[in-house]
Structures are given as C-alpha cells and as structure tokens.
T-cell receptor, first 112, second 115 residues
C-alpha cells in the first residue's frame, strides 16, 4: 500500500540555519504530495503541496519539489526562524483517493 | 470565520467505558474527515463524509468505532467500549470540495487517554 517515510526527529537547529526534512514515498499511482505543519497548541495547517512531477510547492519561505524519479518531496528553507518550531508532516493522496497518507512527523526546534 | 472545532480537547476514560468525540466543521464544508495519531506514530485516516453520507470508512479499525454526521453538519465519533490501544489524538478536518483542490482545515484534535 501507499506509505510515506520522513526523516526521524527531533531536529534542532539554530536560527538562520538551512533546513532540510527528507520525505520519500511509495505509491501505486501518481499521487499529490503535501507538507502540513502543526504549531504548538494548534491543528494541522497545509504548508504547501505539489500535484505532479517536477512541480515545486512554496510558502512562507519553505519549498519542496516533487521528484518522481527519486520518489521524494524534501522540505527546505534557507534560513529558519524560532517561529518555525513545529511538527512537520509529509503526506500523499493517491490518484482519486479522498484521504491522506501521512508520515510519522518530524519535530523541529529552532533555538535563538 | 470559525475554524474546525473539536470537543473535548482532552478525555481520560477507563477501559470499557464509552466516549464520544465531536467535530464541528467549518460552515458550508460538505467534506468531513476523521484521522487519528496513536502513540506518536503516523496520522492515519479513519473515514470521510460527504454531507451526511459515509464515502469511505476503510480506515475504521473495528466495530467499536461508530461515526455519524447528523444532517450533514457536525460529526461524532463514538468508541464503545474503549480499549487501551485507542489512546491517541483524534483529528477532524473539513473542506468545501475535495482537499486535492481546496484546502482541508484541521481541528486541534482530541487527546484520548484510556487507562
């Protein structure tokens, strides 16, 4: 079945550091890919998405590119801030399916 | 605009008891989803409503779980009787159309602890 694998956390960085959170997937069809973020005390929020190969999703300085050849959707940000501290979830939705398959989440802590 | 609201935020019950979780979606959102995260593992899909109809309940773990959506508005998820392995965080999400085309908004979740 479909699955998503994220790099294990927690991840701790200093402010202004470069961030990469790895995400790879297994799917039978041509999935749409998502990154969700959960800030402390809040629900999950859509951060960005990509619906086809080579698409780049971007939002709030974060980027991720849909790489079909490596089945990956790595999340990157050039300079993180303390306010980026949260749990990040990579997810996919296979073609036509009305449900998300999530990775296990990566807790990110940014120190000033 | 109010977001997705879930009640209660926390619930601690004994094994064998019944618990009912409630989700109020964003007004006008026909699609409502339930997910849960057990023991810090990945978030898993439970079921999907379109209005009052269950479109997909393939993720419901067993017949101790019953979900309803009265009149296509709020939804409840009842666990009866609760078991220890049901502990986790239960999330509800809603979207106007498919979340593939419009954003799905999540509630803060209900943390259920079965002791």
């Amino acid at each position: 079945g479909d699955s998503v694998t994220q790099m294990e956390g927690p991840v701790t960085l200093s402010e202004e550091a470069f961030l990469t959170i790895n995400c790879t997937y297994t799917a039978t069809g041509y999935p749409s890919l998502f990154w969700y973020v959960q800030y402390p005390g809040e629900g999950l929020q859509l951060l960005l998405k990509a619906t086809k190969a080579d698409d780049k999703g971007s939002n709030k300085g974060f980027e991720a590119t849909y790489r079909k050849e490596t089945t990956s959707f790595h999340l990157e940000k050039g300079s993180v801030q303390v306010s980026d501290s949260a749990v990040y979830f990579c997810a996919l939705s296979d073609q036509g399916a009305q449900k998300l398959v999530f990775g296990q989440g990566t807790r990110l802590t940014i120190n000033p | 605009e109010a977001g997705v609201t879930q009640f209660p935020s926390h619930s601690v019950i004994e094994k064998g008891q019944t618990v009912t979780l409630r989700c109020d979606p964003i007004s006008g959102h026909d699609n409502l989803y339930w997910y849960r995260r057990v023991m810090g593992k990945e978030i898993k899909f439970l079921l999907h409503f379109v209005k009052e109809s269950k479109q997909d309940e393939s993720g419901m773990p067993n017949n101790r779980f019953l979900a309803e959506r009265t009149g296509g508005t709020y939804s409840t998820l009842k666990v009866q009787p609760a078991e220890l392995e049901d502990s986790g965080v239960y999330f509800c999400a809603s979207s106007h159309y498919s979340f593939l085309y419009t954003e799905a908004f999540f509630g803060q979740g209900t943390r259920l602890t079965v002791v």
